[in-house]
């Protein structure tokens, strides 16, 4: 086997250290994850840390950055290969059973959000992936027909963070029990509703009547 060279070796040690922090964070807590505990878990110098990274909280960020990314793709992949709402919504919410609260995951997630209260740097480019997933969702459920997608889509995307963090919190809410509530919100207002809105003055409310012409009819007439 040829040796490897100056740049695999550079990869694979930065690869080592992104693992290392990924698996880190969850472990001792974000703010906790040190040089020395890197270097230490890594089995590397602690200034081939610094070669490969601006700071500690850089490689924090990417790690943390890189594990998000694999599961909103994951989950988006789930629902966006669903033929309806409830389908999507059933694998969407499948794809969290794999959460369960103590796990890594959901321990890395919840320290990253912590972070990011604190980094602004991380706290943008969570957002930016955030917005990604609700584009993605915004997209399947206005190809199926739901009436607000994007509002349906903020608001769904918010309760898959709320599941998984009082999962964390010990608080036990089953993907069931959740499925059971959204597809109220994810489902499409029938036509006919939409139809006997339209109307129906009451549905919408009936525009008030003027007095203005009466009166000076009234005017007129005396």
Request: with cysteine; glycine share 8%.
């Amino acid at each position: 086997m040829p040796a490897r060279t100056s740049a695999e070796r550079g990869r694979e040690v930065r690869q080592r250290l992104l693992d290392t922090a990924a698996t880190l964070i969850p472990e001792l807590g974000w703010s906790a994850v040190s040089t020395r505990a890197l270097a230490e878990r890594a089995d590397v110098t602690p200034g081939l840390i610094h070669y490969h990274f601006p700071s500690v909280q850089a490689l924090l960020r990417e790690a943390a950055l890189r594990v998000m990314g694999e599961v909103v793709s994951a989950t988006s992949l789930a629902f966006t290969s669903a033929d309806d709402l409830d389908a999507g919504l059933d694998l969407m919410l499948g794809a969290l059973d794999s959460y369960p609260g103590e796990d890594a995951t959901s321990l890395l997630f919840t320290e990253t959000c912590l972070a990011a209260t604190r980094d602004p740097e991380l706290r943008a480019e969570l957002s930016t992936l955030v917005a990604g997933f609700r584009e993605d969702l915004t997209t399947w459920l206005a190809s199926h027909g739901q009436d607000h997608p994007g509002d349906t889509a903020a608001v769904l995307a918010a309760t898959i963070d709320g599941l998984m963090l009082h999962r964390v919190l010990g608080v036990e809410l089953t993907s069931a029990a959740a499925a059971t509530v959204l597809r109220g919100l994810v489902a499409p207002t029938p036509l006919s509703t939409r139809t006997a809105s339209r109307r129906d003055p009451s549905k919408r409310g009936a525009p008030r009547k003027s007095t203005t012409k009466k009166g000076v009819a009234k005017g007129r007439t005396s």
